[in-house]
């Protein structure tokens, strides 16, 4: 991406250059420059005719199935753009859109994952992987939640959920965050990471940089893909472990997905606190997904050691989702007691939704409630038991 402001005076000398050689009224004179100037902006400084819908607020991700379709999303819907593109376009603008991350694609590496300078992420697959045309999929972030209360204002919880919420980190709780593709779980991990106090050590690990948190100690770290060589790479595991030697107050994993789970399970059981996002339907599914996936690790890691190990190590599960009218909210808040009885690990409902719609403090008490105490907060009062 080159420097805009240097474009736009570029542009602008361009384009006076053109007056002063052009006669008043002349049929070549230029009769809508706003239109020219964002034109050459796009394809100089910006992606292209892609740039539109990244500077467009509404839109939520873009992508590609063939140079003749591109379809955007906006509140979870998705809309065929009249944007047409070429194959070499296509090709162009994913080439332009890596140069920038430093990563690579091509027929050894068919697929990728980067971060563009706005913060969106990209993804794409090449042939013979694809039928017959590059997919390209860029993902936006149009919520930037910073703090629990930013989402109370986008009506993704009620206060006292967030509060509630908010409270948990600051003592030190361990949470887990889970749904589906496009619930929000990224953003939601975000906002949780703004009630961290301001004293700690955080270490973020991810697949590609996508968080911003909110705090002043902070180091971010994020895989690499292996060189033409096939040496070099790091895995999000490799990270975790790395993680601990560089003495964290906290650990935050963008998405558990594979092996990265039991080493992220022995980090808080190291008494680390920690957060993550996880793909899940419900809570319920998230712990039993996360009682499964620690044993891609190795064969001799059983579900002996991991149901137990996850029952003391996760504190809460916040459940979203991406409801009919494309709005994200969350669906429930589950605690953790600790208690396994017959290789089932036993929760409790925190908040779960009523009747109507409304996420409702559910009656369950989370555990740690000393760790609440020592940072200040009275749980009764955080679920509504007093006034």
């Not at 964002?38 to 467009?56: C, E, I, K, S, W």
């Not at 998230?286 to 504190?315: H, Q, W, Y």
Request: include cysteine; charge should be negative; proline fraction near 5%.
């Amino acid at each position: 991406m080159r420097d805009t402001q240097a474009v736009r005076a570029l542009v602008d000398e361009a384009l006076a250059e053109w007056d002063e050689q052009t006669l008043v009224g002349a049929a070549s004179a230029l009769e809508d420059r706003t239109a020219v100037v964002r034109a050459v902006m796009d394809n100089v400084a910006g992606f292209g005719p892609l740039q539109q819908y990244l500077d467009d607020p509404s839109v939520e991700e873009i992508w590609i199935n063939e140079p003749s379709q591109v379809f955007v999303a906006r509140r979870g819907e998705p809309e065929l753009t009249p944007t047409i593109l070429t194959t070499a376009q296509v090709r162009d603008l994913v080439e332009q859109m890596l140069k920038i991350s430093g990563r690579r694609l091509d027929l050894s590496s068919p697929f990728v994952d980067a971060s563009l300078p706005g913060g969106e992420r990209l993804h794409a697959v090449i042939p013979d992987v694809t039928r017959e045309h590059w997919s390209v999929n860029i993902r936006k972030y149009v919520a930037r939640a910073r703090h629990m209360q930013d989402l109370v204002t986008l009506g993704s919880l009620p206060g006292q959920a967030a509060d509630f919420l908010a409270a948990a980190v600051t003592a030190g709780l361990n949470i887990m965050v889970a749904g589906a593709t496009q619930a929000g779980k990224t953003t939601f991990l975000n906002a949780l990471a703004g009630s961290i106090p301001p004293r700690e050590r955080v270490i973020t690990c991810e697949e590609v940089f996508e968080l911003n948190i909110p705090v002043r100690d902070v180091v971010g770290l994020q895989c690499r893909q292996a060189s033409l060589e096939g040496t070099g790479e790091i895995a999000l595991r490799r990270l975790v472990k790395e993680a601990l030697r560089m003495r964290p107050s906290r650990i935050i994993i963008g998405e558990v997905r594979e092996a990265e789970s039991l080493d992220m399970l022995v980090a808080l059981n190291a008494g680390v606190p920690g957060m993550c996002t996880i793909h899940a339907n419900s809570a319920r599914d998230a712990i039993t997904k996360m009682c499964t996936l620690p044993l891609l690790a190795g064969e001799n890691v059983s579900d002996r050691f991991v149901v137990p190990t996850v029952a003391s190590a996760i504190d809460l599960v916040v459940h979203l989702e991406l409801d009919s009218h494309g709005a994200r909210r969350v669906r429930e808040i589950v605690a953790v007691p600790g208690r396994v009885e017959n290789g089932i690990i036993e929760t409790a409902d925190i908040f779960t939704l009523d009747r109507a719609g409304v996420l409702v403090a559910a009656g369950g008490f989370p555990p740690h409630e000393e760790r609440f105490a020592r940072a200040g907060f009275a749980l009764p009062q955080l679920l509504g038991w007093q006034s």
